[in-house]
């Protein structure tokens, strides 16, 4: 089945630091990557939806020069948080859609824990 | 807007009992409507979904549009149905809208 991969799978940082998480489809090509965000005991709320090679299209609310998307490959989208600070600790999840088949299929990477410090 | 609601955060049954989860959702459109699965320590995965109308591990669920509701039924629940349960809403064929969730729980 199609597998995604985050990278990290989680990362402590200090507050006013960047830091870049990676979400690759490992063996499927992704035009269309998704990252969420998730709280504590909370629901996955769509930050952004990464497209190869154009802008990422974001969420009402979500700041998208402080979460800087880049989907430069079929295969790689990457999140920087940058200027984190400690409300920005939460865990991180991408999804993926391959071109073909089902458009609504999604798979999940594993997410990532960030603890901004 | 979009808008999916579980009504249960938590939801515990005894092995062998019937469950029902239940999602609520609005929506002005046609939605395609979706149930997520995420085992304890692992990633999120699809169950099921509305247009295909299959029953996955047991479990089945049925759009009521006079309803607004897509309930995940099964009639005997076993105790590795333990998980959190996202039911998920999509407009546009990709981008999906997630309820809060409910943590199921299969007492022995």
């Known amino acids: 089945g199609a597998v995604v991969s985050q990278h990290p799978s989680w990362v402590i940082c200090k507050s006013g630091t960047s830091v870049k998480i990676e979400c690759r489809s490992l063996?499927?090509?992704?035009?269309?990557m998704f990252w969420y965000r998730q709280f504590p005991k909370q629901s996955l709320m769509l930050m952004a939806t990464?497209?190869?090679?154009?802008?990422?299209?974001?969420e009402q609310g979500v700041e998208k020069d402080k979460f800087l998307i880049n989907h430069a490959s079929l295969t790689l989208s990457t999140l920087t948080v940058t200027s984190a600070h400690p409300e920005d600790s939460s865990f991180y999840i991408c999804?993926?859609?391959?071109?073909?088949?089902?458009?609504?299929?999604?798979?999940f990477g594993p997410g990532t824990r960030l603890t901004v410090t | 807007a979009q808008r999916v609601t579980q009504p249960e955060k938590l939801l515990s049954v005894f092995k062998g009992a019937p469950v029902e989860l239940k999602c609520n959702y609005s929506?002005?459109?046609?939605?395609?409507l979706f149930w997520y699965v995420q085992y304890s320590r692992q990633r999120l995965q699809l169950l099921l979904r509305?247009?295909s109308r299959e029953s996955i591990k047991g479990f089945t669920a049925d759009l009521n549009k006079g309803e607004t509701s897509f309930h995940l039924k099964k009639p005997f629940a076993q105790e590795e149905d333990s998980a959190m349960y996202y039911c998920?809403?999509?407009?546009?064929?990709?981008?999906?809208?997630f309820g809060e969730g409910t943590q199921l729980t299969v007492n022995p």
């Open positions: 063996d499927f090509q992704a035009t269309t």
């Open positions: 929506y002005s459109g046609s939605p395609e």
């Open positions: 990464s497209n190869e090679g154009s802008k990422a299209t974001y």
């Open positions: 509305h247009i």
């Open positions: 998920a809403l999509s407009k546009s064929g990709s981008r999906l809208t």
């Open positions: 999804s993926a859609s391959p071109p073909e088949g089902a458009r609504f299929e999604q798979y």
